[in-house]
């Protein structure tokens, strides 16, 4: 049973470049979060993904979308990349809007460098 | 808007007990207290949850105050394997997870 896979695992880009990030959600999962976490913190709510719409959203700007996908898959993008959006992107995948116990289970990152 | 408050780091000598402690006062009746640890950067690793009862796994304790707004995470007999950083976070009702800034546990031998 394959976990949560992120991908890219690693990547350089420029500013005012844009970027899109992966998740595949654990199976059996149809509720995706976003998470960021720069160096030395912990990770902070971007946004989070059901039935194909947006839920729940951070303090992030509008720079920072999303989309989900029919077979619970989700992407973040985001636009006009600053220097300080350089982080690890966490993906976290769990079972339902109403269940409001059970575990969350995170992907291993992907690290954005931005130049 | 971090709904936890943990000190920075701990040390704590291999093969004794790591109490890890965490301030939530501002946690609403029905949310959830969630311990996940991370190590390199990886993405976190749960190791448990719970709403008022103390619970127990393989892995650690979580003893929760009665009044809920502080717990502790209790590692039995930590080993080098067990440094890293370890978040307490509350999950609200529409399933956010709020973390804080961690405590970085370092087991020495």
């Known amino acids: 049973d394959a976990g949560v896979t992120q991908s890219p695992t690693h990547l350089i880009k420029t500013r005012g470049q844009q970027v899109t990030l992966r998740c595949s959600p654990k199976?059996?999962?149809?509720?995706v979060s976003w998470y960021q976490q720069a160096l030395g913190q912990g990770p902070q709510f971007i946004f989070q993904?059901?039935?194909?719409?947006?839920?729940q959203r951070g303090n992030f700007p509008d720079r920072f979308s999303g989309h989900q996908f029919p077979n619970y898959s989700s992407e973040l993008n985001v636009n006009a990349l600053l220097l300080g959006d350089s982080a690890l992107y966490l993906c976290?995948?769990?079972?339902?809007?109403?269940?409001?116990?059970?575990?969350?289970?995170f992907g291993e990152g992907s690290r954005l460098t931005v130049l | 808007d971090a709904k936890t408050t943990q000190p920075p780091s701990m040390d704590c000598a291999e093969g004794r007990a790591a109490n890890l402690p965490c301030n939530h006062s501002t946690i609403s009746g029905n949310e959830y207290v969630y311990w996940y640890r991370q190590i390199h950067s990886q993405g976190p690793q749960y190791i448990i949850h719970g709403l008022k009862n103390n619970e127990t796994n393989e892995m650690a304790s979580l003893i929760i105050t009665e009044d809920r707004k502080s717990s502790t995470l209790i590692l039995p007999h930590a080993t080098l394997r067990d440094t890293a950083v370890y978040y307490c976070i509350v999950r609200d009702n529409f399933n956010k997870f709020y973390f804080g800034s961690g405590t970085k546990l370092n087991v020495k031998p």
């Open positions: 976290a995948t769990h079972l339902g809007q109403g269940a409001r116990s059970g575990e969350l289970f």
């Open positions: 199976s059996g999962h149809d509720t």
């Open positions: 993904y059901y039935e194909e719409e947006e839920r």
